[in-house]
């Protein structure tokens, strides 16, 4: 299982141009989007909000790191390369399980940097808070690429896969604290609020924010604890159920 | 002793029947040429055999293990060179050979070994570094080849290894082969070339829209075929009607025809065996020979006596199933 790991990793590595993008879209968005939309709140809360919306980027950019690995399957599809990782001597659970925690860590790789400069911008304000958030943004990580594993070998189709994921994640970002608290979320609907509070893009952005210290303007709660639990639950559905899905799916030559 | 048995193997997608109720056994050590065009269901026998697709009917005993109860029991004993090359473009010919033999198991010291020999033999070590989307199609299906050389499996099946190769390369494949069944491997080696089968393989199969029509050794399958083989007689002298009966009342002699009174064309059977007889009788006949010309007949021949079609009219007939 390492290995299919560790060739997910070097295939990512691989991508120099989508990694240097991906991090020119981060900066874009914060050194344009967030400033400017920060100075449309009241102004004794701008710089709160600024931080907010950075630490909401970092999720979004994990998202859809995490989810870049649906694309790998078309693309390895498209070149046969999945009938030879079918052939090898590695059994069905460890080369799923395998990608599914290789999507993971590469996006950590992928964001880790951002998530330095991010910590530098906020500033470090519990370590074991911060410890905490981060194990819970790695199973977020795996869950989401499980989610996209998952949904890859379902659609069958890349053009399929690439509008599903597209639909999917205006709705799973924009109906979660990412950019905005829960409080307006609330105001502005509950049927938006009542999704975004089941969401795993708002348990990873308001855990990433109690770990960076940034909840503490916003809430009271000393442990976001249905975060956590909703993080756990979401990755061992998609990595787990998930798994057993595509595993099926391969045995039975569904992939074709 | 069997290394590989199917027991009515059956693969279907959706109304076409890929492989029909296949058995077939395969010795250990030995070559075997899976023969037929595109489109006979040898690659999705082999896709069934090494566990990447599921039969949709029957079994298979790969090594000791079944197919389908224990498929990564299988995977531990095969390796697969593809027909077409498996390769990720942005990977180089190391990584991919690296990364192949760390996966099946290979120490490092004795995977940068092989890596490096073996990449030296298929002439690609100066191609090491390159990325795949600059290779040429040579090239990539040497990178194939290379994996499954690299690999060593028990069992390797090798589809197509010489399609897109030169004729210099396609006989330093051929060599390759050999050396890994003289290593020790079984080879399942499906193709739909005719002299490569005839030439590397222990036993043929030839298969036919699914179904195995013939197996046998390539001699075998040859002398199956009644009057296959050919000789041609110029003779210094008209032959006569004496010494034609006697040539008919050869057993192995199934047609004479007389193209002029001198020149005679014989269809028989074990052509080495009835030629020199056939030498004597015309020599104690009087009947000098100025020419003598022996051909036997080629495994076109024998798979258009089974289908009643050239390889080239199967294929097409395939392509419209």
Known sequence: MLLVIERDLRRFIQFKFIIILRTIWFAAQVAFFGLIASRMVVPELADIYFEFYVAGVVIMMLYSASVFIGYDIFEEAEHGVFEYLLSLPVSRKELVLGRSIGGGIRSFILVGPIIAITLFIIGLANPLNLLVAFSALFLFAFGISGMSITIAVTLKSGDRFDIFMGVLSALIVRLSTAMYPQAFVQDANQAYAAFSQFNPVTYASDLFRWGTGIERYLTMSPMPLAAIIGIVIFFFIFTFVGVTFYEKRLEGGGWQ | ?321
């Open chain 2, 1 to 321: 002793m069997a290394i590989i048995q199917t027991i009515d193997l059956t693969k279907r997608f959706k109304d076409l029947i890929a492989v029909d109720k296949l058995s077939l056994s395969i010795d250990e050590g030995e070559i075997f040429g899976l023969l037929g065009p595109n489109g006979a269901g040898k690659t999705t026998t082999v896709l069934i055999l090494s566990t990447v697709i599921k039969p949709t009917n029957g079994t298979a005993i790969v090594g000791d293990y079944d197919i389908r109860k224990d498929p990564d029991d299988v995977r531990k004993l095969i390796g697969i060179c593809f027909q077409d090359p498996k390769l990720m473009w942005v990977s180089t010919p190391w990584d991919v050979l690296n990364w192949h033999a760390k996966v099946c198991g290979l120490s490092t010291r004795e995977r940068k070994r092989r890596v490096k020999q073996v990449l030296e033999h298929v002439n690609m070590w100066d191609h090491r570094r390159k990325r795949i989307h600059g290779l040429s199609g040579g090239m990539k299906k040497r990178v194939e080849v290379a994996k499954i050389l690299i690999q060593r499996p028990k069992i390797a099946f090798i589809d197509e290894p010489t399609s897109q190769i030169d004729v210099v390369g396609k006989h330093k494949i051929w060599n390759m082969i050999r050396e890994l069944r003289d290593e020790g491997s079984t080879i399942i080696l499906a193709t739909n070339e005719l002299y490569e089968a005839d030439v590397l393989s222990d036993r043929v199969g030839i298969m036919h829209k699914g179904k195995m029509l013939v197996c046998d050794t390539p001699k075998t399958l040859k002398d199956s075929i009644l009057g296959g083989d050919v000789v041609e007689v110029q003779l210094e002298k008209k032959v006569s009607n004496n010494v034609l009966d006697e040539l008919k009342g050869f057993k192995e002699v199934v047609e004479v025809v007389v193209v002029k009174p001198d020149d005679l064309r014989i269809h028989l059977n074990k052509v080495e065996k009835v030629v020199p007889r056939v030498v004597n009788l015309f020599s104690n006949a009087g009947l000098p020979i100025s020419s003598i010309r022996m051909s036997e007949p080629s495994l076109d021949d024998v798979f258009v006596h089974y289908t009643g079609l050239t390889i080239e009219e199967a294929e097409q007939k395939g392509n419209s199933r």
